[in-house]
């Protein structure tokens, strides 16, 4: 099911970035067998670190 929606995501125009970033959530959600907390944690973790990425990546632009 999941490799649906990941074809629907490449599909729909979503980045590579993202659509890694769709496969390290699964992955942590429902390969890992951490309990909830645990994952929730390390999602909060993964969205951070993505977010920190954008804004690098906006400012490397924006000095072009």
Known sequence: EFRRVL???KRH???QETIGLLRR???IIYRQGLKVTEALQELQ???E???KELE???M???KK
Do not use: D, H, P
């Open 13 to 15: 125009g979503f980045t």
């Open 49 to 51: 670190e993505a977010e």
């Open 7 to 9: 074809f629907r995501s």
């Open 45 to 47: 973790e993964m969205i």
């Open 56 to 58: 690098r990546q906006k």
């Open 25 to 27: 959530a699964y992955k």
């Open 60 to 62: 490397w632009k924006s």
